[in-house]
Each structure stands twice: as structure tokens, then as C-alpha cells.
């Protein structure tokens, strides 16, 4: 019988991840039907720091067992982008006078997912070599990025290889409303099923 993700201990989510990412299993993409090779790591926005700890000392395991990790932080990524356009420092001097919605606006449309954001990650993928795309960042970068809208562009660019989003929040199913990204577990993202539950995949 499975657990519940939330009871999991961290030591035991990180065991879990080692032992299924790491099996020829996941990496040759099996058991997926025909879906794309996407899987959400959903934890509690209260378990953030720690996910974060286990993350870094995921890539380091997986190396040891010569599974390279392409690591992408969707912030980071972000900030990247706003100072690829020389627009950082502007933006940052900007923000005290500018509302949050037209900051919002602002931040929408030059990291838009489908025209610049997956660009982007679509350069990492072709410029390096790597066995499994983590994703991470997903809170620090929401309400102007949404995992949904990342997701569904990102479907065309990484589907050769494994993706992991880690996810701060919940990712449901249900017969009534089908599958969604429940940000932070409040905040109900638009439905996206087309993820498997790396809690639920066994190797």
C-alpha cells in the first residue's frame, strides 16, 4: 500500500527519487503509454528549505551513479533572462513605483513561456548533455510564471528525456475535475494532466 507523500519522511522521499531516477526503468522512459516523460515531485510549501537541501544532494547521487542532472531553477532562469535583456537593474529600480499588477504585466510578457522562457531552456537542453531535466522554482517565480503554462509549452522541446518538476503544492486527480497543479495546496492552478506522480512510480 502507498504512503502518502506528506507522511514520507525527506530521507525517505530523497531514497525513493535515488532509487527510481537512477533505474534503466525511468531513464528509458517505460510505463509511460504514449504521455510525455513528465513527473511532478508535489511536497509541502512547508518542506521547501529542506526539498531544496535534498535536491542538491540528489544531483551529487545521481552523478555517483553516472546519471547527469541538467538543473534548471526557474527563478534563477528568470533573472538570467531580464539581465540577457538589460532590463534587471531598470526593473529593479522601477518596482517601488509601479503597482503590482503592472509589475505583473511587465514580468508576463518577457519571460513568457511559450516565446522566450522555453526558447531558453530549449538552448540548455541542445548545448548540454544530460539524462534527467530537474525543474525547480516554482514558487519564487508565481503568479507571473505558471507551472501549468510551463509544462504545456515545454512538452514540444523536453520530451526525449526525463523532466521533474518539483512542485510546492499538490497535484490531484479526480474523476469530477481531472488533474490540476494546486500551488502551495490553495491555489488552484489551471488542470494539467499530462504528469505522473514520481511518488507513484515504482521501479
Keep these: 500500500m502507498k504512503r502518502e507523500t506528506t507522511a514520507m519522511t525527506l530521507r525517505e522521499r530523497q531514497d525513493h527519487l535515488l532509487e527510481v531516477i537512477a533505474s534503466p526503468r525511468f531513464l528509458k522512459k517505460q510505463g509511460l503509454g504514449n504521455e510525455v516523460p513528465f513527473f511532478i515531485c508535489p511536497f509541502l510549501a512547508d518542506d521547501a528549505v529542506g526539498i531544496e537541501q535534498m535536491r542538491s544532494k540528489l544531483v551529487r547521487q545521481l552523478a555517483n551513479r553516472g546519471v547527469s542532472v541538467l538543473d534548471i531553477n526557474l527563478y534563477d532562469l528568470s533573472v538570467q533572462i531580464l539581465r540577457k535583456r538589460e532590463i534587471w537593474d531598470d526593473l529593479i529600480a522601477a518596482e517601488e513605483g509601479t ?81 490540476s497543479l494546486d500551488l502551495f495546496g490553495i491555489l488552484r492552478d489551471d488542470k494539467y494532466y499530462r504528469a505522473f506522480n514520481i511518488f507513484n512510480y515504482q521501479v
Excluded at 538552448?123 to 507571473?144: A, C, I, K
Design 99 to 179: 503597482t503590482k499588477d503592472e509589475l505583473k504585466e511587465l514580468l508576463q510578457s518577457v519571460l513568457d513561456p511559450e516565446t522566450n522562457l522555453i526558447p531558453e531552456i530549449g538552448n540548455r537542453l541542445q548545448s548540454e548533455t544530460f539524462d534527467v531535466l530537474f525543474l525547480s522554482g516554482v514558487g519564487e517565480v508565481f503568479p507571473y510564471i505558471r507551472s501549468h503554462n510551463v509544462l504545456n509549452n515545454l512538452q514540444s522541446t523536453a520530451k526525449e528525456k526525463p523532466t521533474l518538476l518539483f512542485f510546492p503544492g499538490s497535484y490531484t486527480h479526480s474523476l469530477a475535475s481531472g488533474a
